[in-house]
């Protein structure tokens, strides 16, 4: 089994900066991606950002310029390094894996959420 536990959220004022982490556990044989999703009130968990084991990396327009993704493979944790942050990017940032773990296939596991709150 494997498993993603998030850390780094927190409360920040606007133009402000967070770091969030993800760290994967387990039967881990390899990762092909890593990514991030975020979800705020009342909305659909929308697409961040996403990372290959390679550094291949993905962003969605309303991030690209302000987050940077990064990935430590020799720790199976994967960055979110979040600058000039606002108040719409309050949300649960959620971490996302597409990992093999004891099977040939590749499956997609989810993190539990870390609350990122930008003020005013």
């Known amino acids: 089994q494997v498993q993603l536990v998030e850390s780094g959220g927190g409360l920040v004022q606007a133009g402000g900066s967070l770091r969030l982490s993800c760290a994967a556990s387990?039967?881990?044989?390899?990762?092909?991606?890593m990514g991030w999703y975020r979800q705020a009130p009342g909305n659909q968990r929308e697409f961040v950002a996403t990372?290959?084991?390679?550094?291949?990396?993905r962003y969605a327009g309303s991030v690209r310029g302000r987050f940077t993704i990064s990935i430590d493979n020799a720790k199976n944790t994967v960055y979110l390094q979040m600058n000039s942050l606002k108040p719409e990017d309050t949300a649960v940032y959620y971490c996302?894996?597409?990992?093999?773990?004891?099977?040939?296939?590749?499956?997609?596991?989810w993190g539990r959420g870390t609350q990122v709150t930008v003020s005013s």
């Open positions: 990372i290959t084991h390679d550094g291949t990396t």
């Open positions: 387990g039967s881990i044989l390899s990762i092909d991606t």
């Open positions: 996302n894996g597409r990992i093999r773990a004891g099977s040939i296939y590749y499956s997609t596991y």
